[in-house]
């Protein structure tokens, strides 16, 4: 299938070689136009490489990144949070065979790692790993190139293309002054391509689009399929000030990943609250009604805003690839977004 190249800010479609010997690929590709940086449309998330949830070996690591090359997937992204640098290492051992101008690759800065000194090392509370580190929110000018720093050593590479500030909703004052003031020196050095941050909320993120000069955000879980909160800040800012945005949680942190919610179904990292379980059923029915799966248009949805030129997924595994791939090449029919404007489960806005 060929593949297109579509311009985030003026919609134009145009052809596109992805990466590895001129084949053409299915995977699409967007720009972020402030950098002149292609993003695949589709992308991979990094977390679960960090052992998320659950632990997964390296070769099965190993294969579900080359499995997602060999997709068409060329933007991949990362941070020494996603199991204390495992995430990284592991794509170094990944990627190290392909050529590096062939794909984007982002990590983020903010949470340094410091080894602890002593004592039986436990399990970390959010990955499946030991706590052999701990982490120090560090926004200042010297903690973000120390973390850069190490980054770029367990990836085993001399750039990367895109860095985020991770998570920084405690911490404005410094991440907004010197945060971004060191990005935007590294990026004015040509350090690196692009700049961003990263966030599970829309609000602070708007802040940052209209207050500095990024050129990506990454926002998480706040424009999905279920729950739209970002037409009304993040999105408009973003087509107003020409920055582009990566989508990711597109799932709902899982509840949005299968045709019907599972027993158990997180959403934001915790149990679903039933609310929202029937409303992800409600829009399972209207999915099942146009023979479209939950998790296939949860996956397209966030792609038809002009402002978002990447979706990035987490996955552990070649299977998981595989199925999200079938996902993508699917086509949606516009009847099924338009019964759920109708019925009132996703905003007409949208």
């Known amino acids: 299938m060929r593949s297109t190249r579509v311009d985030a800010a ?17 995977v699409k590709t967007r720009t972020i136009t402030r950098a002149d940086l292609d993003l695949t449309e589709f992308s991979f998330g990094g977390a679960p490489l960090g052992n998320l949830y659950q632990e997964i070996n390296d070769d099965d690591a190993a294969s579900t990144l080359d499995a997602a090359w060999e997709a068409g997937l060329r933007y991949f ?35 340094r790692l410091i080894p602890r000194e002593s004592g039986p090392l436990g399990p970390d509370p959010d990955f499946a790993v030991p706590a052999s580190h701990k982490r120090v929110w560090d926004f200042s000018r010297d903690g973000i190139l120390r973390t850069l720093e190490a980054s770029l050593t367990r990836l085993g590479t001399d750039h990367v293309d895109i860095v985020y500030l991770h998570d920084p909703d405690d911490h404005w004052e410094e991440a907004a002054s010197a945060g971004f003031g060191t990005l935007d020196e590294l990026r004015s050095q040509g350090v690196v391509r692009a700049i961003g ?31 739209q909160g970002a037409l009304d800040d993040l999105l408009p800012a973003a087509l107003e000030r020409n ?33 929202l379980v029937r409303r992800a059923n409600d829009i399972a029915d209207v999915c099942e009604r146009h023979r479209v799966t939950l998790p296939a248009a949860a996956l397209h949805f966030p792609l038809m805003h002009p402002a978002v030129v990447s979706v990035a997924i ?14 993508y090449a699917l086509t949606i029919p516009a009847d099924l977004w338009d019964e759920l404007h109708e019925v009132g489960l996703v905003r007409r806005t949208a």
């Open 314 to 327: 987490g996955m552990n595994s070649a299977a998981q690839v595989e199925r999200n791939m079938d996902l």
């Open 77 to 111: 992204d990362t941070a020494p949070h996603y199991g204390l640098g495992l995430s990284e290492r592991r794509f170094a051992a990944g990627l190290s065979a392909r050529p590096r101008s062939e794909y984007v690759l982002s990590t983020k800065v903010g949470r």
């Open 243 to 275: 920055t582009a945005v990566v989508a990711v949680g597109v799932f709902n942190s899982g509840l949005l990943s299968q045709p019907r919610p599972a027993p158990g179904a997180k959403y934001n990292y915790a149990d679903a609250p039933a609310e």
């Open 10 to 26: 003026t919609g134009a479609v145009r052809p596109s070689r992805a990466s590895g010997g001129g084949e053409l690929r299915s």
């Open 197 to 227: 941050v990263g966030m599970n909320q829309s609000a602070m993120l708007t802040r940052f689009v209209r207050e500095t000069d990024l050129d990506v955000v990454m926002l998480a879980g706040r424009y999905t399929l279920l729950e």
